[in-house]
């Protein structure tokens, strides 16, 4: 079925340093694989966004990297700061037309 | 509405008793989703509205949850017979069309089963 890996499961990196999260998914067909941050309790919220037709995309601190051909994908978040610190599940669009998301990564950024 | 609407915030319900959580997306958006968030975990589907199509209910864990959406604009998500394991986060989410345009997500219900 339709599954979406995500690693690693929590992750400890010092302020200034970068941090990377990688997920795999199983679903060919995928073409879409956002990015959500979860603060604690609050909303996931988009954070950044590829489609398949292109292979990295960047936002400031924040860039995603995409191969179609081993199906997996990364969060890269360069120059760490505390306030990066939540939980950042990844996804994958389905053949159905939802979103199935890996099972999360804890980033703690320490000062 | 600006954003994804939910109620309540938070409710707490007794063991047997049946729940109506309520979501009202964003006003143009045709496809609406629900997902279940337990302490600590990811988000598991529920179920999928996508505008006069038949729901996609492939995640409902049991019979005693449903939803539906009335005029294509606000869900309700029923548990009947509430079970202290149906205790958790209950977010809705919308999307302009499918699920490629991204999802905006409703701040969520809290449901604790006593």
């Known amino acids: 079925g339709e599954n979406v890996e995500q690693h690693p499961s929590t992750l400890s990196v010092q302020e200034g340093d970068s941090a990377v999260i990688k997920c795999t998914y199983s679903?060919?067909?995928?073409?879409?694989f956002p990015w959500y941050k979860q603060e604690l309790g609050k909303r996931p919220q988009l954070i950044i966004d590829?489609?398949?037709?292109?292979g990295e995309k960047k936002d400031q601190r924040i860039a995603v990297t995409l191969n179609k051909t081993a199906k997996h994908f990364s969060l890269h978040i360069t120059e760490t700061q505390p306030e990066d610190s939540a939980v950042y599940f990844c996804?994958?669009?389905?053949?159905?037309?939802?979103?199935?998301f890996g099972q999360g990564t804890e980033l703690s950024v320490k000062p | 509405g600006a954003g994804v609407s939910q109620s309540p915030s938070n409710k707490v319900t007794e063991k047997g008793k049946d729940v109506e959580l309520r979501c009202d997306p964003i006003?143009?958006?045709?496809?609406l989703y629900w997902y279940r968030q337990s302490l600590g975990q990811g988000l598991e589907f529920l179920i999928y509205?996508?505008?006069?199509?038949?729901?996609?209910k492939s995640g409902l864990p049991s019979d005693r949850f449903s939803a539906e959406r009335t005029g294509g604009s606000v869900s309700t998500l029923t548990i009947q017979r509430t079970q202290q394991e149906d205790s958790a986060v209950y977010l809705c989410?919308?999307?302009?069309?499918?699920?490629?345009?991204?999802?905006?997500f409703g701040s969520g219900t809290r449901l604790t089963v006593v």
């Open positions: 989410a919308s999307s302009l069309a499918r699920a490629n345009y991204g999802y905006t």
């Open positions: 679903d060919s067909a995928s073409n879409y």
């Open positions: 590829i489609r398949s037709n292109v």
């Open positions: 996804a994958a669009s389905s053949r159905g037309g939802k979103l199935i």
């Open positions: 006003s143009g958006h045709t496809a």
């Open positions: 509205f996508q505008g006069n199509s038949a729901p996609d």
